[in-house]
């Protein structure tokens, strides 16, 4: 099984800190953010140096871990409120990707339960820090179970546009969109890779084109505005991507730009699907409508990096996730199997036990 050559996340236990591959430098640089703060975690999602909606969940169980450490070094005790102001704090670094809230909802659970048993600060940092490697564990198993699943749907020779980063950068490991053609990959499929370039901060061309090269597969980059256009010239044969959060109905919000990727692949009747483990399923809202759109800062779009390409005062409109309506999914694969929209819900009860 073809695994990844880098580690985003890596928790250090002789420092007690975790140590990000710092995604705000790549692809010219590999440097390594190693937080030990509860606020330098905060800032690190917020910031993208860790990013990627699994990604974002495992860095916020650890940073769980980091801030009951800090708040246990005079003492070794920690109030249910300074627990709670922990979670919080993490909470309100970025609103779209649900994993986030769910990663946080087990440690939350996890740790009010020490709490409740009388457990010390020590005692309950390790029960903390068990939970945040069982989460980081069950994600990578998660997605290569995806990716095995996903792979099935892959004809031999095919060409996948892919959106954003949904690789091994924004995960655990292994990846979701780039899980799937991962496994492709290694069952011999001999896919080829056109990766959007993904405006206004080039996930596509900063990361999903790193991570593939390193991996040896195949990749062609192109401007967001080129892949109908790639379409029309019958170069492309189906689209992957990941997902932020999915609702009940199978609506997805993923990085802005699916919407009009999922949009051109249905008017050329390309197979569009979403690769997501099912923490990202978020079954308490039934529809699109009611996921939270983060907005950033307006200088992502003034500038092109770090070069201005807009007057400073122009106004600026900054959503980071659209969401692509479940009719023009064609599949959402997950580490429990392989859905359609319509299916999702029904398998709410049976197939798809959500841990909440
Ligand atoms: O703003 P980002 O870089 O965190 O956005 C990431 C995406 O939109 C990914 O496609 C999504 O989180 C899936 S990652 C497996």
Avoid at 82 to 99: C, G, H, M, Q, W
């Amino acid at each position: 099984m073809l695994k990844s050559t880098f580690q985003t996340l890596t928790w250090l236990e002789e420092n007690r800190s975790l140590r990000l591959l710092d995604q705000r430098y790549l692809p010219t640089e590999e440097l390594f953010f190693e937080c030990r703060s509860l606020r330098q975690v905060a800032e690190a999602i917020k910031t993208l140096a860790v990013r990627g909606a699994p990604a974002i969940g495992v860095a916020a169980a650890y940073g769980v871990v980091i801030g009951v450490q800090e708040a246990t070094t005079v003492e070794n005790s920690i109030t249910t409120q300074k627990f709670s102001a922990i979670i919080d704090e993490l909470a309100a670094t970025r609103p779209t990707a649900v994993n986030l809230f769910w990663a946080l909802a087990r440690m939350k659970k996890v740790g009010e339960g020490g709490l409740k048993k009388g457990l010390d600060g020590t005692q309950l940092r390790d029960l903390l820090l068990t939970e945040a490697h069982r989460i980081y564990a069950e994600d990578d198993q998660a997605h290569r179970r995806l990716g095995e699943y996903g792979a099935k749907l892959i004809p031999t020779g095919a060409r996948i546009l892919t959106h954003c980063n949904a690789g091994a950068l924004a995960c655990a490991e292994y990846g979701t969109a780039l899980g799937v053609i991962r496994a492709a990959q290694t069952a011999g499929k001999n896919v080829k890779i056109y990766a959007d370039e993904t405006r206004p901060l080039l996930q596509g061309s900063r990361l999903t084109t790193w991570e593939l090269l390193k991996e040896k597969i195949p990749v062609t980059l192109i401007c967001d505005n080129m892949a109908a256009h790639c379409m029309a010239k019958g170069m492309i044969d189906l689209v992957i991507v990941g997902a932020d959060r999915i609702a009940a109905n199978g609506d997805t919000a993923n990085k802005i730009g699916t919407y009009s990727v999922a949009l051109a692949a249905k008017a050329h009747n390309l197979p569009f699907y979403i690769a997501a483990p099912t923490s990202t399923i978020d079954f308490s809202l039934a529809e699109g409508s009611a996921i939270p759109i983060e907005e950033r800062d307006p200088d992502e779009v003034r500038f092109f990096g770090k070069k201005q390409t807009a007057p400073s005062e122009v106004a600026v409109y900054n959503p980071a996730f659209d969401v692509t309506p479940a009719a023009l999914i064609s599949a959402i694969i997950t580490e429990k199997g392989i859905f359609t929209p319509a299916e999702l819900s029904a398998a709410r009860e049976s197939t798809l036990k959500v841990e909440s």
